[in-house]
């Protein structure tokens, strides 16, 4: 049985990245762990994505917006390959959007862990990786026998990191736990809103993407240590001890003073001014981070009571006064338009931002230099944009590699390249149901 040549994966070889060498298994779906795992293969990583064989990541669906397939997916005439072991593709209508941020730089591969075959390849595959990652309920992989001890076993050097909404202990350890949720009951939504308005959620899925990097640095930091020790170690990342985490300054003011903290829309509890606020024709951000800077500002908008009233002399008194000092810089930015007022700011040494839209984000001077938007050719979706990594590398080549992967789309690969199956145990693996192999016609 030999396969379509087509079928094979394209690696790229000449991107030489801090973690090239390192392979990754990734049983993660949804945000917190696929971002995780997109950052280590940003690093040069590789990173073979296991997913359902029939829906895959579950993010695939969440749309829209999708990007549309530009050219007709699979074999037109369906299953091509001999022996019926290739099937033709789920027909989804392209590449959801959200697939898309978290899921670049690796392989996908379709393999159903219900079938004893399916999870004999996953525990092959662990012996040959270097990091795994799943974000399953405590013991649920277990109970398929790829829990960490298992997987020790056949790999004493894994890094094995799980992912969970509360982690591996304590009483809410098997409760499912979704980014919101987590904003709410970890503290995040109580903070976060207008000071007379409901609790909200941020806009972006803050405490998936901060337990994802929490994550990513966490099996960096196993990888260094088994350097050392030459042994792996089981990973506990949760998003409630994450986001518990990330309350920063607030946490401490209630562990230090017992300030539970409050809602203040986009003010600062500590420091004034420090907000939105709006302009003639739209809002600008200020940032008087200390009392020099609130002398820039002042004399920038012509308002030199604002400094002489001894009420506003210093952050302290300011932020006594806050009510009534926001009150007049709100009136006194009410004259200006938000240009003519970064116009005078620029250059001041006083930190201020426009509120920009997502649109006017991607435009920004800054973002364009520093060429943050790439681009990568997917087979079928055609050119795609995605927000390239946020840190630069003076002698590490880092960045986007690959696109994100169609599902299963890289299987027989794998099974070939990296586990050196054979014609006859890939085909067994497949009738049995544990594998997937589908024809892209790539």
């Known amino acids: ?167 591996s202990s304590g009483p809410y350890a098997n409760k499912p736990g979704y980014d919101t949720i987590i904003e709410a009951e970890a503290g995040l939504m109580h903070i976060t809103g207008e000071a007379n308005g409901p609790p909200v959620k941020v806009g972006v899925a803050v405490t998936d993407v901060t337990t994802g990097i929490y994550a990513h640095s966490a099996i960096l930091a196993a990888l260094l240590s088994r350097v050392k020790s030459n042994v792996g170690q089981h990973l506990d990342v949760s998003l409630m001890q994450t986001q518990a985490t990330v309350l920063a300054n607030i946490a401490s003011s209630y562990l230090v003073g017992g300030k539970e903290g409050s809602r203040l829309g986009s003010s600062h509890p500590s420091i004034v001014p420090y907000q939105v606020f709006p302009t003639k024709d739209g809002s600008i951000c200020i940032g008087a981070g200390n009392d020099k800077q609130y002398k820039i500002f002042t004399d920038a908008i012509s308002r030199p009571d604002l400094l002489e009233n001894p009420k506003y002399a210093t952050n302290a008194d300011r932020v006594q006064n806050r009510d009534e000092l926001v009150a007049l810089i709100t009136e006194a930015l009410s004259d200006w338009k938000t240009d003519d007022l970064v116009s005078r700011l620029e250059g001041s040494g006083m930190p201020f931002g426009p509120v920009n839209t997502i649109k006017q984000t991607f435009e920004h001077p800054q973002l364009v230099a520093r060429q943050v938007v790439k681009e990568v050719e997917h087979p079928f979706a055609g050119i795609l944009k995605l927000v390239g990594p946020a840190v630069e590398y003076s002698t590490s080549e880092v960045g986007v590699r690959l696109p994100p992967p169609m599902l299963g789309q890289h299987t027989d690969d794998v099974l070939r390249r990296v586990l050196n199956y054979s014609d006859d145990q890939i085909e067994s693996v497949v009738r049995s149901g544990g594998a997937i192999l589908y024809d892209y016609n790539i």
């Open 1 to 167: 049985m030999t396969p379509p040549k087509r079928l094979l994966a394209t690696h790229a070889t000449k991107s030489v990245g801090p973690l090239t060498g390192i392979r990754v298994l990734d049983m993660t779906r949804v945000l917190a762990g696929p971002f995780c795992t997109m950052l280590l293969g940003d690093l040069g990583a590789e990173v073979i994505k296991v997913e359902h064989p029939a829906r895959g990541d579950d993010t695939r669906a969440w749309g829209p917006p999708f990007k549309l397939y530009e050219k007709q997916v699979g074999a037109i005439e369906g299953v091509t390959s001999k022996g019926g072991l290739y099937r033709q593709p789920p027909l989804f209508k392209g590449e959801s959007a959200y697939y898309l941020c978290a899921n670049r730089n690796k392989h996908s591969i379709a393999i159903d862990i219900k079938v004893q075959q399916g999870r004999q390849v996953i525990l092959d595959l662990a012996k040959e990786s270097d990091v795994f990652v799943e974000n399953y309920v405590p013991g649920k992989l277990a109970e398929y026998g790829l829990g960490y001890e298992d997987m020790k076993k056949v790999n004493p050097k894994l890094i094995y990191a799980s992912i969970t909404g509360y982690g």
